[in-house]
């Protein structure tokens, strides 16, 4: 077949092809980056759509305007503005996911062959849409505050300057940590000085800390600058509501924001209208809070459960991260360790996870694992743990 270049450029997914594994009972999946549907508030949903009227119903199920459901853009600029975004500044366009929202952004800001700074590691269906536009990924490795700033300063002066600046600073994917105050103000001063580059500011799991008083940090960039013309801030329902409802937005100044709802326009025409009503109900009921106060502790102590399975099980010569919300640990494996052979092992003893490659912007390093906690059952968790580990202990030199 006669397939275009950006075909061509297409790589099949690491994770959609793991999250088959998920489906699979029997093995303990620590893979797929999603709530369990044990936790979807399933009930709050039913209620809103029977107390939905009759018209209301009929608009969800017609065509919706392609830059949102004007409701869903008002509620929503409402729990913007309560997380302190300036969107009174800025424009916010609902996406069919956050997924498309970085679709839309690499499409209208990446040439063939434009740089795009990722942090090392970073999210691999982000990546896999800056790869589709022909960008080269460049990864700096992420130290206990963000983005390593010198790696970053010195990537930055060297060459033409990267189009975009990719970061997911709140308990990352798939790393799980949290940018400090500080690095996040160094990243604020460092746009300064560099005022053609755009950060693309990625927060779907910031609502999900442990502990109050990590609550600080989660504030984003976006909300702490003075000017925040240089910043495209993306959200997501995906991990606070389901991701099955594929609503994302992004809030952006309004040059970004007129090039992205024309992008919209030809990909879908409008984000699914009856998940919109739904979650624009979902929002004016004040269901949200409630809700995240009863998931926050369940994911907390999903990641404690798994933290002591590391403890315990795991040989001195892994070391993983210790995150304070989100969804995932990373553990790095000894430099001459394979993820592929540790995976091979552990799935036919019955467990799995994604290898660190899916994870790499440049697609080589491959000794580091991804272990997401928010799937698996608590009662499994240990069981599983103990089977990744074993799996490492076999291939220890
Ligand atoms: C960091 C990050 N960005 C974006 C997305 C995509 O979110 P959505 O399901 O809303 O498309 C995910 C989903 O896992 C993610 O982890």
Redesign the pocket.
Known sequence: MRFSKSAQKLRASAIRELMKLAADPTIISFAG??PNNDLFPVQAIDEIYAGLSDSAKKTAFQYGPTEGFPALKESLKEYLRSRGLPVDTNKLLI????????NLLAKVFIDEGDKVICEFPS?V??LEAFNSYGAQNVGIPLDDEGINIAALREALAKGELPKLLYL?PYF??PAGTIYSSKRKQEIIDLLKEFPDLILLE????GELWFNEEDVPLTVPMKAITQDSSQICY?G????ILG?GF???YMLVPDEVYNKCELAKQSQDACTSTYTQVLADAYLRNNALKPYLEWLRPIYKRRAEIMLNALEVNMPKEVVWTTPKGG?FIWATLPEYMDADDVFQIAVKKGAAFVVGRAFDPEAKKNNAIRLAFSHTAENRIEEGIKIVADAVKQLLK
């Open positions: 980056g999603m996406t069919t996911g956050a997924q498309q929202a970085m999210f269906g982000s997911i990352q994917n990625d927060d779907p799991y993306v997501s329902f995906a991990k991701p594929r609503i994302g969804f």
